[in-house]
């Protein structure tokens, strides 16, 4: 049994993620309270991502147009390449003769 140093509950070792740099092998806090601060992480750090993506397009306008003009270029590149594969293939066919 070991102790979790976040929740403060004793739990059996199965109930620990390893981890090898701990002296006994296991984290120090349980498997339900390190999925817990996973999930909190991932909170924050979604909220601050948003935040920054939102600040950045405020403060660049220009640039966010510029990206989505080149998403647009590139889509429509995609597409035409696509549609022109049979004939760039044949282009490409290395001339061995
Ligand atoms: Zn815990």
Request: aromatic share 12%; proline share 3%.
């Amino acid at each position: 049994m070991k102790k979790c140093i976040k929740c403060g509950i004793e739990k059996p070792y199965s109930e620990y993620y390893k981890e090898k740099t701990c002296a006994d092998g296991y984290k120090t806090s349980c498997k339900t309270c390190m999925k817990e601060s996973v999930r909190q992480w991932r909170l924050n750090n979604t909220e601050r991502h948003n935040f920054t993506t939102k600040r950045w397009r405020k403060n660049h306008p220009e640039k966010v147009d510029y990206y989505h003009q080149t998403y647009r270029d590139w889509e429509t590149d995609r597409k035409s390449t696509r549609l022109n594969s049979s004939h760039l293939k044949l282009s490409r066919m290395p001339s061995s003769a």
